[in-house]
T-cell receptor
Framework: NAGVTQTPKFQVLKTGQSMTLQCAQDMNHNSMYWYRQDPGMGLRLIYYSASEGTTDKGEVPNGYNVSRLNKREFSLRLESAAPSQTSVYFC????????????FGNGTRLTVT | AQSVAQPEDQVNVAEGNPLTVKCTYSVSGNPYLFWYVQYPNRGLQFLLKYITGDNLVKGSYGFEAEFNKSQTSFHLKKPSALVSDSALYFCAVSLNRDDKIIFGKGTRLHILP
């Protein structure tokens, strides 16, 4: 049982480049999330998806797009990376909010130069 | 809108002493409240949750938290701290049956031997 899998683990981009962070869960969870973690800022919600085919903005959605491809996969795309997007990105999933904790992936460390 | 505040960036406690990590929240409805812990270079691990019922919630590793509706607080506590409790602690809140989960900025707990 792999849980929540994120790829890649590390990435270095130049300003203006694009990339997609991949996330997949094998627990048949309905809801999936993307967070970024920055020192002193804690975890901030970028986007979330309550079910297949739906996505909603979180606290810091600007500069990002997401796709809930199917129930298992939830990708995060940076169309034109900026140094301010240097961060550690975590994907998480949950069956439903009621009575369930988040299951987190191991994170993707992204550096934009 | 929902929000969560952790007023202390860092808490220092001597080993064997009781510890408290503070969390206050703001939601326009019934909150779901969570505590997570992050050890160095690791993802987040679930500690405990409050959904409904008893105000005192017991969780993993001897931690507990008290839900106080009048003070809109959900402080994390442990009667006797261990050096191994040193980590980054996050409080999170979700509005009743809403899938949006918001985290605080985190509190770094240092247990001094």
């Amino acid at each position: 049982n792999a849980g929540v899998t994120q790829t890649p683990k590390f990435q270095v981009l130049k300003t203006g480049q694009s990339m997609t962070l991949q996330c997949a869960q094998d627990m048949n969870h309905n809801s999936m999330y993307w967070y970024r973690q920055d020192p002193g800022m804690g975890l901030r919600l970028i986007y979330y998806s309550a079910s297949e085919g739906t996505t909603d903005k979180g606290e810091v959605p600007n500069g990002y797009n997401v796709s809930r491809l199917n129930k298992r996969e939830f990708s995060l795309r940076l169309e034109s990376a900026a140094p301010s997007q240097t961060s550690v990105y975590f994907c998480a999933s949950i069956p439903t909010v009621y009575n369930s904790p988040l299951h987190f992936g191991n994170g993707t460390r992204l550096t934009v130069t | 809108a929902q929000s969560v505040a952790q007023p202390e960036d860092q808490v220092n406690v001597a080993e064997g002493n009781p510890l408290t990590v503070k969390c206050t929240y703001s939601v326009s409805g019934n909150p779901y409240l969570f505590w997570y812990v992050q050890y160095p270079n690791r993802g987040l691990q679930f500690l405990l949750k409050y959904i409904t019922g008893d105000n005192l919630v017991k969780g993993s590793y001897g931690f507990e938290a008290e839900f106080n509706k009048s003070q809109t607080s959900f402080h994390l506590k442990k009667p006797s701290a261990l050096v191994s409790d040193s980590a980054l602690y996050f409080c999170a809140v979700s509005l009743n049956r809403d899938d949006k989960i918001i985290f605080g900025k985190g509190t770094r707990l240092h247990i001094l031997p």
